[in-house]
């Protein structure tokens, strides 16, 4: 079984649809999800998705794209609401200066909140960074000079400095769709390299969806799409894979409890 380590259950995309979805998921070998908090307003909704489906789990946080109007001063709102059995890591948090949907240093204030908050918890920090590599790895040694700080760099699609300074700072690197796409072979590249022990695999559903779906509204069912092509990169079987990225994802995630059938016989 694989765990989509990141999607985004809440989305219009699923709405009235969410038992298919997920049943077409386990047929296809994706046995849980980690569906990804985006901003406060939305986060009820979140969590009672995870609250619903006993193998998904949630995270809670504010994208960077919200961090404008809706990004958090106080860890002390996150914290709070991390304290949900069901609610296992923090964020998506991180810098986008492709889109710069909110100003910088309203980003920048809004991903210290979070580092300070997982450092308080204990529980990983999903981190989201484009075109903001300089920026991310600087604020991420700052956040893990405690030694602390524990997470992952999601979707992946930076440079190979970037995967370094992560790998360095005992970050786990998670891979999406994108490593599917015909363009992706610097980012094919660096995954060859990525230690197994640290790299997960996501759909960032509903987006993303990898060869040969795209085009398509994304869903954990495709991960497997994903996971194939990642498989042959690392020279492993989709099965072995999938073992490897499971225990990853249980021992980042250590507050999501794994179900039985997780566990290789």
């Given at each position: 079984m694989f765990v989509d380590s990141h999607c985004h259950l809440d989305y219009p995309e699923y709405e009235g649809a969410l038992d298919e979805v997920i049943e077409r998921a386990r047929r296809a070998g994706v046995?849980?999800?980690?569906?990804i908090g985006t901003e406060l307003a939305r986060f009820d909704g979140v969590r009672a998705i995870a609250e619903r489906y006993e193998r998904v789990w949630c995270s809670v946080g504010v994208h960077p794209h919200e961090a404008g109007?809706?990004?958090?001063?106080?860890?002390?709102?996150?914290?709070?609401?991390?304290?949900?059995?069901?609610?296992?890591?923090?964020?998506?948090?991180?810098?986008?200066y492709f889109y710069e949907h909110s100003p910088r240093e309203a980003q920048k204030a809004n991903f210290r909140t979070h580092m300070a908050a997982a450092a308080e918890t204990g529980l990983p920090?999903?981190?989201?960074t484009r075109d903001a590599d300089d920026d991310t790895q600087a604020m991420l040694r700052a956040g893990a000079s405690g030694g602390r700080l524990r997470g992952v760099i999601h979707c992946f699609t930076s440079s190979r400095?970037?995967?370094?300074?992560?790998?360095?700072?005992?970050?786990?690197?998670?891979?999406?769709?994108?490593?599917?796409?015909?363009?992706?072979?610097?980012?094919?590249?660096?995954?060859?390299?990525?230690?197994?022990d640290r790299m997960l695999v996501e759909t960032d559903a509903p987006y993303l969806a990898p060869v040969p779906k795209r085009g398509k509204s994304n869903e954990p069912a495709f991960l497997v799409h994903t996971a194939g092509v990642v498989?042959?990169?690392?020279?492993?079987t989709p099965v072995e894979l999938a073992e490897v990225t499971t225990a990853n994802f249980f021992r980042l995630f250590d507050k999501a409890k794994k179900p039985a059938e997780f566990t290789a016989s």
């Open positions: 046995g849980a999800m980690l569906t109007e809706g990004g958090v001063s106080d860890p002390a709102r996150l914290v709070d609401l991390a304290r949900h059995p069901k609610v296992v890591g923090i964020g998506e948090t991180g810098l986008d920090l999903i981190v989201h400095e970037m995967a370094e300074t992560a790998l360095d700072l005992g970050f786990s690197i998670s891979f999406s769709g994108i490593i599917t796409f015909k363009r992706a072979d610097e980012l094919r590249a660096i995954a060859r390299d990525v230690p197994l498989a042959e990169l690392k020279g492993l």
